[in-house]
């Protein structure tokens, strides 16, 4: 068998991830109409959809060796190599992911006063 014992999982695109564009239209839709929670809910998805497609994106690598692994394509030694430069990735990109999640939390809050008290802006 060669390939595709995970239907080339390591080459797919989160499905929501084409929706983005309607997706951030919506929550100002929302907000715009006075739905505020469920606008809120609405950024939460599409924080966590960028997420995962970052962490998607850095695992393709391992998927793709434990699919052509298991097709019988590679051997184990790719998979591992693979593993092995995932959390090499990790070390080096984990402060730098603790930083920008702070950061795009206080930008969530910031949004949130100004929205609050216009005002404020000018």
Known sequence: MSGGSFDYLCHQDCEL?????????MRDQLRKDGYEDAAKRT???LQHLEKAQRVAS?????WQAMEWWKSC???????????EKLCLLEKRTSTL???????????????GLLERFPYADT
């Open 17 to 25: 991830s084409s929706y983005t564009h309607q997706i951030v239209a």
């Open 43 to 45: 950024d939460y998805v």
């Open 58 to 62: 850095e695992l393709k690598d391992v």
């Open 73 to 83: 394509d590679w051997n184990e030694d790719e998979l591992r190599a693979a593993a």
């Open 97 to 111: 992911s603790d930083q920008r999640s702070a950061l795009q939390g206080l930008a969530y809050h910031i949004r």
